[in-house]
């Protein structure tokens, strides 16, 4: 597979396209950025650790039923992924209260959310991706009521799949965050499931393995991750 222009840079990852006109190449950078990108730092392996990460992830929630658009890895840090068409929302559902809704509802740090929550953001850094509902997507058009009821599915379905895998290695899956895209008329899991976007804590601890050692400064950002992977099974060779 031959590498083209990139086709967009994120905070974290670069696409690229690719000489397939359905592919892109997802490339995990070292590139670490918290609150809007107004804290950014490279990490030594970090991208390496995320794009082995995810093609694990990617690989269960598939074997699970769950659509995803991740192909094959290419690289230590490259992966190909099927080139979807993206719906401007975020999809997060909390089994543990921390983060904006800790902030938000004033709800106390580590209680459990049961049943889970599940909200909708909207994926604009300019206005700090502000919460949204289904009537806001109805409305703007931004997904299709189908499309929604999809993306709700998919969201608990991975939770499920998850919240099992993560709780078999000790850990706890706190909360994350999920993207998707339209590819051949049908709803797809796209972007990336890391420790850059989901809270994992350790079952026994509470200690965090995530990005919010980052964003809170703990330190030991990507030791964690490995950690993680390492408890997973995840081969960083
Ligand atoms: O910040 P908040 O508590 O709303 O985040 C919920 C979950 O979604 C966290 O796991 C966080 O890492 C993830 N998230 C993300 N990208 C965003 C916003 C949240 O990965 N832009």
Redo the contacts with the bound molecule.
Sequence with gaps: MEKKSELYAGKAKSVYNTDEADKLILQFRDDTSAFDGEKIEQLARKGMVNNKFNAFIMQKLEEAGVPTHFERLLSDTESVVKKLEMLPV?C?V?NIA????VRRLGVEEGIDLDPPTF?F?LKDDARH?PMINEYHIRTFGWATEAEIEQMKALTFRVNEVLKALFCDAGLLL????LEYGRFEGRIILGDEFTP????LWDAQTRDKL??DRFRQGIGGVVEAYEAVARRLGVSLD
């Design positions: 975020e997060v909390r921390a983060g904006s809704i909200e953001f991706d706190v909360d994350y965050k850059d976007g989901c809270r995530d990005k």
